[in-house]
């Protein structure tokens, strides 16, 4: 039985709108299809709706439902920058450096190997001689969308760049500042797959999680990181099991009682979902009275009860 509403603290609540993250232990469960699914039925219930895709490594929210994004904001991060007149080498950054981004060469300043590097300025902190200077790189970039009435908000890595908290945290501060200027009645946040801190910070302005997983060893393995990470971040799981009747639904439900977390859901493996999947449709609206548009809705009246 799906419990009445969450508690959602003060100070919460004064920042954000009613807020839930669709986030997984994996990747390719379905967790997208379940936000945007979600998304829709709350604009058809006439809500006004901020739909955050925070899957930095590949968002694709905008390509499932074929839609432009639209002015793209720069987010820049920090890359270090060796003074060679300054530098006594003595090698304390490249010991501190927990990515192994840097080398100490025998004649040189200490080198760095940028693709590896996170940006977590700690070689600037730990230098005695002030040789660490700030060059700034493109992390990724912010873009914005829409779909009918859904306003959506993209947060994407560049290429070979691996900060994800650090555009989290930029996404973060535009919902923050666009939540200033607008009133929305729920913001639905996509996070990564995984459970990483970029997933850490994602969760951290919901009310509740919905973790998506699949019937399958892996998902269940998945499953179990996912919930040991909600009960750390002391944030209420709600499971959506995706593709239900595939494999071995047991595996995930020894999963929930475990962690005593709510299997909240079982969406049907369905090829109308296919269709409208490779059609960039949402399937509440492409296929209303699919098995599994038919459990959307469902789920959306229990979420919507929670939050609000
Ligand atoms: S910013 Fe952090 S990861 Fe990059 S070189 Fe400095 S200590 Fe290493
Ligand atoms: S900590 Fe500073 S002085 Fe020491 S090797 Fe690094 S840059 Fe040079």
């Given at each position: 039985?799906?419990?009445?509403?969450?508690?959602?603290?003060?100070?919460?609540?004064?920042?954000?709108?009613?807020?839930?993250?669709?986030?997984?232990?994996?990747?390719?469960?379905?967790?997208?299809?379940?936000?945007?699914?979600?998304?829709?039925?709350?604009?058809?219930?006439?809500?006004?709706?901020?739909?955050?895709?925070?899957?930095?490594?590949?968002?694709?929210?905008?390509?499932?439902?074929?839609?432009?994004?639209?002015?793209?904001?720069?987010?820049?991060?920090?890359?270090?920058?060796?003074?060679?007149?300054?530098?006594?080498?003595?090698?304390?950054?490249?010991?501190?450096?927990?990515?192994?981004?840097?080398?100490?060469?025998?004649?040189?300043?200490?080198?760095?190997?940028?693709?590896?590097?996170?940006?977590?300025?700690?070689?600037?902190?730990?230098?005695?001689?002030?040789?660490?200077?700030?060059?700034?790189?493109?992390?990724?970039?912010?873009?914005?969308?829409?779909?009918?009435?859904?306003?959506?908000?993209?947060?994407?890595?560049?290429?070979?760049?691996?900060?994800?908290?650090?555009?989290?945290?930029?996404?973060?501060?535009?919902?923050?500042?666009?939540?200033?200027?607008?009133?929305?009645?729920?913001?639905?946040?996509?996070?990564?797959?995984?459970a990483h801190c970029g997933v850490m910070r994602a969760l951290e302005f919901s009310d509740i999680a919905i973790p998506v997983t699949e019937p399958t060893p892996l998902g269940a393995h998945d499953l179990d990181l996912i919930l040991e990470l909600t009960n750390i971040l002391n944030i209420k799981?709600?499971?959506?099991?995706?593709?239900?009747?595939?494999?071995?639904?047991?595996?995930?439900?020894?999963?929930?009682?475990?962690?005593?977390?709510?299997?909240?859901?079982?969406?049907?493996?369905?090829?109308?979902?296919?269709?409208?999947?490779?059609?960039?449709?949402?399937?509440?609206?492409?296929?209303?009275?699919?098995?599994?548009?038919?459990?959307?809705?469902?789920?959306?009246?229990?979420?919507?009860?929670?939050?609000?």
């Amino acid at each position: 039985m799906t419990e009445a509403k969450v508690s959602i603290s003060a100070s919460h609540k004064e920042r954000f709108p009613s807020s839930f993250s669709v986030t997984g232990g994996k990747g390719g469960t379905g967790k997208s299809t379940v936000a945007i699914n979600l998304a829709v039925s709350f604009m058809l219930d006439g809500k006004k709706v901020l739909l955050v895709d925070a899957d930095v490594d590949s968002p694709n929210i905008a390509v499932l439902l074929n839609v432009e994004k639209r002015s793209q904001r720069r987010v820049t991060g920090f890359l270090p920058e060796f003074d060679a007149d300054k530098c006594t080498r003595c090698g304390t950054c490249v010991e501190s450096c927990r990515a192994h981004a840097l080398i100490l060469p025998e004649d040189r300043p200490p080198m760095l190997f940028p693709e590896i590097c996170t940006g977590c300025e700690i070689c600037r902190y730990v230098c005695p001689s002030d040789a660490v200077k700030e060059k700034s790189k493109t992390v990724g970039y912010i873009y914005d969308a829409r779909y009918e009435n859904i306003d959506i908000l993209i947060g994407e890595l560049e290429l070979n760049q691996i900060e994800a908290a650090l555009m989290i945290q930029k996404l973060r501060e535009e919902v923050e500042e666009r939540l200033g200027n607008q009133s929305y009645d729920v913001l639905i946040i996509d996070t990564a797959p995984g459970a990483h801190c970029g997933v850490m910070r994602a969760l951290e302005f919901s009310d509740i999680a919905i973790p998506v997983t699949e019937p399958t060893p892996l998902g269940a393995h998945d499953l179990d990181l996912i919930l040991e990470l909600t009960n750390i971040l002391n944030i209420k799981p709600f499971v959506v099991l995706n593709r239900s009747g595939i494999g071995d639904d047991e595996i995930i439900k020894k999963v929930c009682e475990k962690h005593s977390a709510e299997l909240i859901s079982n969406i049907p493996f369905d090829m109308g979902l296919f269709e409208c999947y490779a059609k960039s449709i949402p399937v509440v609206t492409g296929k209303p009275d699919s098995p599994s548009a038919k459990a959307f809705k469902e789920l959306y009246g229990k979420i919507r009860d929670l939050v609000l």
